[in-house]
C-alpha cells in the first residue's frame, strides 16, 4: 500500500516537472542562461524537490569601481580617496596683454639680451621700442609677439667698416647704401606697430613712456635698493677689479661717508633686532660701492665674477680688468684685458642708470613750461636723495664728539672776537637806545588801534 503511494507521488511530481518545464520554454522574455539551466534539468526519479537557485554574475550587480577597490591595497585606496576629495587648484596664466606691468615689460625686455641672437639696432627700432608693444626675442634677428604669435625678422644692412672709400664710385654706394637703411628703419619703425594681427591690442596700444623709469622718487626703498646691491658686491670683493671708475662730476669721498653712516644705522638697527653684524661693516668698499651707485650688482646665479645690471641686463665679467698671472714663474703678472672698468659707459646706450631720457620717461622740455625742467639720469637721482639723506641726518641726529669739539672752539673763537673789540662810549650808545626807543614808540602809535567798546564809553561820557 506504502510502495504504490509512494510511486504514484513521484508519477505526479513528475508530471508537474514537465509542465513547469513546457512553461519555461514557451516564455521569450526570460535570460538564456535561465532557459538553458531549466532546461538542462534532470527528469529522473532523484530529481529535488526544490529547484536550485541560480546565480547571477558579479558584474551585473557589483560596479566595477568597487571590484578594483576590492582588489587594492587600502593605502592606494586612501590615497585616491584623499585625491578625489581635494579640490583641484589649476594653475592661472597671465594675461598676454598687460602694458602697465612693468615686471613683464622688464622680462621681455631680457630676451634680447643675447648677442647671439639680437643685435644693436637704431634708436627708434631698438629693444625698448619692441619690448614696449609686446615684442620678444625668439630666434637669431627673429622677434614674436607673446599675444597674437606673429613673428617677423628684422635685417638690415651690414655696416663694412675698415672699407675704403675712396673713389666716386664706392662713395655714391656708400650714400645710397646709406639711404636704404634709413628707409628700412622707417619701415620697421612701422612694423612695430603694424606687424601684430589685425584683432591684437598690443596694435592698439602699448606701454607707457614712463614704464622703463627706475623707481627712485621713494628715498627708502632707492637705499634700500643700493644697500642689497652693494652686499652683494662686497661677497665678491675679491674678484673686484682695482680700478673703477665713476662720473666725473661725482665726489665719491664724501658719498662714501655718507653711506657708511648709513651702513652704523643699519648696524645699529640690526643689533637691536638681534641681527648679526658682520653684513654691515663700517669699511666701505670703495670699489663695490661706486658699481652699486650705478646700477651694478652680482649675477643673481651667483656666478663667480659676473655682475648685471637689472635695467639693461647688460653683465659684465670682472676677469677682463684684473691682471692675469704670468704663466712662468719668477715673472710678474701680465697686464689685463682693459686697464679700468667704466661703470658708466658700460651700460646700454638706453638704460635709464645713464639714460636720462629713459629717466624722465621722454618728456619734451616745452616753451610754455614755467618752471625749469631738468632731466635726471638714475645714478643723478640716487646721488641726490644720499646727499638729502645726509642733511636731514645732520637735523635729526645729535653732533658727534668731535663735531661738538669743533663747534665749542668756533663759539669760544667767535667770543674772542667780540671782546678784543674797543668799547664805546656810554653816552653815544645811551644815546642810540632813545634813538631807537623814539622810533619804536612811533610805529607803536600808528597801528595801535582802541578797542570799540572802549571808544562807545568815551563817546557817552562825553557832556551834550
Known amino acids: ?34 532557459r538553458a539551466s ?24 557589483v560596479s566595477s569601481s568597487s571590484q578594483d577597490l576590492s582588489q587594492r591595497p587600502f593605502s592606494s585606496i586612501a590615497a585616491t580617496i584623499a585625491s578625489k576629495s581635494e579640490p583641484k587648484v589649476e594653475e592661472r596664466k597671465k594675461p598676454a596683454f598687460v602694458p602697465w606691468d612693468r615686471e613683464e615689460f622688464l622680462e621681455r625686455l631680457k630676451t634680447f639680451r643675447h648677442v647671439d641672437k639680437w643685435l644693436s639696432k ?13 615684442w620678444r626675442c625668439v630666434g637669431k634677428e627673429r622677434v614674436g ?37 634709413e628707409d628700412l628703419v622707417k619701415k620697421y619703425a612701422d612694423m612695430v606697430i603694424t606687424a601684430h594681427d589685425e584683432g591684437c591690442f598690443w596694435r592698439i596700444r602699448g606701454c607707457d613712456a614712463t614704464i622703463y623709469r627706475l623707481p627712485l622718487t621713494h ?33 665719491i669721498p664724501v658719498l662714501s ?20 653684524q658682520q653684513q654691515f661693516s663700517m669699511d666701505v668698499n670703495e670699489q663695490a660701492f661706486i658699481l652699486a651707485l650705478f646700477g651694478w650688482q652680482a649675477e643673481e646665479e651667483h656666478i663667480a665674477g659676473l655682475v648685471t645690471c637689472n ?13 692675469r698671472p704670468s704663466l712662468k714663474e719668477g715673472e710678474d703678472d701680465e697686464a689685463a684685458i682693459m686697464s679700468s ?7 646700454r646706450e638706453y638704460c635709464p642708470w645713464i639714460n636720462s631720457t629713459s629717466q624722465s620717461g621722454g618728456r619734451a622740455i616745452k616753451d610754455t613750461d614755467t618752471v625749469e625742467f631738468t632731466r635726471f639720469a638714475g645714478w643723478e637721482t640716487l646721488v641726490q636723495v644720499l646727499k638729502n639723506s645726509a642733511a636731514a641726518r645732520k637735523e635729526v641726529m645729535p653732533l658727534s664728539p668731535i663735531e661738538n669739539s669743533q663747534q665749542r672752539d668756533d663759539v669760544a673763537s667767535v667770543a674772542e672776537t667780540a671782546s678784543s673789540a674797543e668799547p664805546e662810549d656810554r653816552a653815544t650808545r645811551d644815546a642810540k637806545d632813545k634813538e631807537r626807543w623814539a622810533r619804536l614808540k612811533k610805529l607803536k602809535q600808528v597801528f595801535h588801534v582802541k578797542p570799540r567798546k572802549k571808544v562807545q564809553k568815551e563817546n557817552l561820557a562825553v557832556p551834550k
Open 219 to 251: 628715498p627708502p626703498t632707492s637705499l634700500d635698493g643700493l644697500l642689497h646691491r652693494y652686499q652683494s658686491l662686497v661677497t665678491m670683493a675679491s674678484e673686484l677689479p682695482p680700478a673703477v671708475l665713476s662720473a666725473d662730476q661725482t665726489d
Open 1 to 34: 500500500m506504502s510502495y504504490a503511494l509512494n510511486t504514484t507521488k513521484r508519477k505526479f511530481h513528475r508530471i508537474l516537472d514537465s509542465i513547469s518545464n513546457t512553461s519555461s520554454i514557451s516564455l521569450p522574455g526570460k535570460d538564456k542562461h535561465a
Open 257 to 276: 661717508k655718507t653711506f657708511a653712516a648709513i651702513l652704523s644705522s643699519k648696524a645699529v638697527g640690526a643689533e637691536t633686532e638681534g641681527v648679526s
Open 311 to 323: 635695467a639693461c641686463f647688460r653683465r659684465l665679467g670682472l676677469w677682463l680688468y684684473k691682471a
Open 122 to 134: 637704431p634708436e627708434r627700432i631698438n629693444e625698448v621700442e619692441w619690448a614696449k608693444r609686446g
Open 38 to 61: 531549466t532546461i538542462n534539468l534532470p527528469s529522473t526519479a532523484d530529481t529535488p524537490l526544490k529547484r536550485p537557485r541560480l546565480e547571477r554574475p558579479k558584474s551585473s550587480y
Open 341 to 347: 672698468l667704466d661703470a658708466v659707459n658700460e651700460h
Open 145 to 181: 609677439c607673446v599675444s597674437c604669435a606673429m613673428e617677423l625678422v628684422i635685417k638690415l644692412e651690414e655696416d663694412e667698416q675698415g672699407r675704403d672709400h675712396g673713389t666716386d664710385e664706392e662713395i655714391d654706394e656708400e650714400d645710397w647704401r646709406a639711404a636704404a637703411q
